[in-house]
């Protein structure tokens, strides 16, 4: 599995876009992990994304 690291950093709440490339008709499963001011981690998922 690749892992893909995403850094968004905002000061008022939360609001995410991303975009995934990659081969056509494949299907990703990926996982969102946020850590807040205070080092509070939480992670969402699994999540599928059909390409």
């Not at 905002?10 to 205070?38: C, I, L, M």
Request: aromatic share 14%; charged share 10%.
């Amino acid at each position: 599995m690749k892992r893909v690291k995403f850094n968004q950093q905002r000061s008022t709440g939360p609001s995410h876009a991303y975009a995934f490339n990659g081969t056509k008709g494949a299907q990703y499963t990926y996982y969102v992990t946020s850590t807040d001011a205070n080092n509070n981690t939480a992670t969402a998922g699994p999540f599928i994304h059909q390409n």
